[in-house]
């Protein structure tokens, strides 16, 4: 059992339908789960209240990146060690949450994020085949262009420690799915330890998504972004 203050953060956009399933996974190991309504048009947040998460609700559509950064200013607030964003779709397992603590807790990582592609989880999990092409790529040119090795910087389930919050200016980030990409390049440039955990995933109807147009916006974001990295590097100077 750990010792450490672990709270969850879900970012949610319509997630009524699988916030349950969600839910159920989290192991007793954490703190507090907050949920952060991004002006859903359905129930998501008297879900989530009946469920007895502590909600908060935007009165405007913020953006993924907007849900964020209210997600991380309020899991703060609770004086956290650790804390860990899991989108409530049901795509991610939490009950991945305790292996990601002991992570932190060893001392060896700051930051760890769980891979959809290490173990093949994206395959098993029926990622479209245009998905899995693109994360390859766009994870195989950042990695180039920025000097890292991770196998994938687009997952959605990662774990903080409370330091790394603390340290970075995330909300200085985009608004838009950019925002996540911008955060690790935070991470990186402040010589944070970034380790990753083997995640399988799942596509279906109700699982969050972006179409063709959205990712190529945010593959063209993630490689603009990854070069102005590599450039405060060069020039040493801080990312953002």
């Known amino acids: 059992m750990s010792n450490q203050k672990v709270v969850v953060v879900m970012p949610a956009y319509n997630?009524?339908?699988?916030?349950?399933?969600t839910v159920a996974e989290i192991p007793e190991t954490v703190s507090e789960v907050i949920l952060v309504d991004d002006c859903s048009k359905d129930k998501t947040s008297e879900v989530a209240k009946s469920l007895g998460l502590k909600v908060f609700q935007h009165d405007i559509n913020k953006g993924y990146g907007g849900n964020q950064k209210t997600c991380y200013q309020e899991a703060l607030k609770l004086n956290p060690d650790i804390v860990i964003?899991?989108?409530?779709?049901?795509?991610?397992?939490?009950?991945?949450?305790?292996a990601?603590?002991?992570?932190?807790?060893?001392?060896?990582?700051?930051?760890?994020?769980?891979?959809?592609?290490?173990?093949?989880?994206a395959i098993k999990g029926k990622m479209p085949q245009y998905k899995y092409f693109f994360n390859r790529i766009l994870t195989l040119l950042e990695n180039f262009?920025?000097?890292?090795?991770l196998s994938e910087y687009h997952t959605g389930y990662r774990a903080f420690s409370a330091e790394v919050l603390k340290s970075i200016d995330f909300t200085k980030n985009s608004d838009d799915f950019v925002f996540d990409n911008q955060m690790l390049l935070q991470i990186f440039s402040k010589g944070f330890r970034v380790g990753?955990?083997?995640?399988?995933?799942?596509?279906?109807?109700?699982?969050?998504?972006?179409?063709?147009?959205?990712?190529?916006?945010y593959g063209t974001g993630c490689?603009?972004?990854?070069?102005?990295?590599?450039?405060?590097k060069i020039l040493g100077r801080d990312y953002r």
């Open 223 to 232: 490689l603009l972004e990854s070069i102005k990295y590599r450039i405060c």
């Open 145 to 149: 262009i920025i000097g890292e090795k």
């Open 85 to 98: 964003m899991v989108h409530p779709d049901y795509q991610y397992t939490p009950k991945l949450i305790n």
């Open 100 to 121: 990601m603590i002991a992570m932190i807790e060893s001392g060896y990582y700051d930051v760890v994020c769980a891979s959809r592609i290490l173990g093949r989880g």
């Open 15 to 21: 997630a009524e339908k699988t916030l349950e399933k």
């Open 196 to 217: 990753e955990i083997s995640c399988p995933t799942k596509y279906f109807p109700e699982a969050s998504s972006i179409n063709i147009k959205r990712s190529l916006k």
